[in-house]
């Protein structure tokens, strides 16, 4: 199975700053087709996952373009550029491009 | 675009068996997966099973690999989960996601919560 490693865990953050979020995998995430299947999520308290950003750096409708996934191969990130209070909650990569489907550990971000 | 709900949760003994639904309306497309992802309260989120849904091909964890069924009804646009030999680590929130693109759990439902306790 792809191993998803996610730094920081936890990431405190003042409001209007920007945040960065690093995603590792163990193995490539270029699936065959070419594409490579890596999405982000974000979880506020109580709610379901929503997707962000998925193919690495395409942005859902309607998530705010604040929000950025970048990187290749085995590493990614997601930028925040400007963390609203609305952004609080927990965000995941996840490998789509080799069964199982496999999930970072999560990183909580807060407010300062 | 579309909605996912989950249905059938509920307390059961170890050992006993459980089947849960999600009900998918309103997607355009029917060509990728269908997935159950689970999620123990304050834990992160754990695949559980999918299932291409015109293939019918399906895939599990390890964890739930020979206990679990996943299954899919065309007609009545609904997805299932079998829950066989319920263990106590087996309570979760069960979540059911849909790949609009491959590989992409573009859309998931509430959830419905499944407890295993003696």
């Known amino acids: 199975d792809v191993v998803m490693t996610q730094s920081p865990l936890s990431l405190p953050v003042t409001l209007g700053q920007a945040a960065s979020i690093s995603c590792r995998s163990s193995?490539?995430?270029?699936?065959?087709?070419?594409?490579?299947?890596l999405n982000w999520f974000q979880q506020r308290p109580g709610q379901s996952p929503r997707r962000l950003i998925y193919?690495?750096?395409d942005r859902d409708s309607g998530v705010p373009d604040r929000f950025s996934g970048s990187g290749s191969g085995t590493d990614f990130t997601l930028e925040i550029s400007r963390v609203e209070a609305e952004d609080v909650g927990i965000y995941y990569c996840?490998?789509?491009?080799?069964?199982?489907?496999?999930f970072g550990q999560g990183t909580k971000l807060e407010i300062k | 675009e579309g909605q996912l709900v989950e249905s059938g949760g509920g307390l059961v003994q170890p050992g006993r068996s459980l089947r849960i639904s999600c009900a998918a309306s309103?997607?355009?497309?029917?060509?990728?997966?269908m997935h159950w992802v689970r999620q123990v309260p304050g834990k992160g989120l754990e695949w559980v099973s999918g299932?291409?849904?015109?293939?019918?091909?399906?895939g599990y964890a390890d964890s739930v690999k020979g206990r679990f069924t996943i299954s899919r009804d065309k007609a009545k646009n609904s997805l299932y989960l079998q829950m066989n030999s319920l263990r106590v680590e087996d309570t979760a929130l069960y979540y059911c996601?849909?790949?609009?693109?491959?590989?992409?759990?573009?859309?998931w439902g509430q959830g419905t919560l499944v407890t295993v306790s003696p």
């Open positions: 996840m490998q789509g491009s080799h069964w199982p489907y496999t």
């Open positions: 996601g849909k790949d609009i693109e491959p590989g992409g759990l573009a859309s």
């Open positions: 299932i291409i849904w015109n293939t019918g091909n399906t």
């Open positions: 193919k690495v750096s």
């Open positions: 193995q490539s995430v270029v699936f065959s087709d070419g594409n490579t299947y």
């Open positions: 309103g997607f355009t497309s029917d060509d990728h997966g």
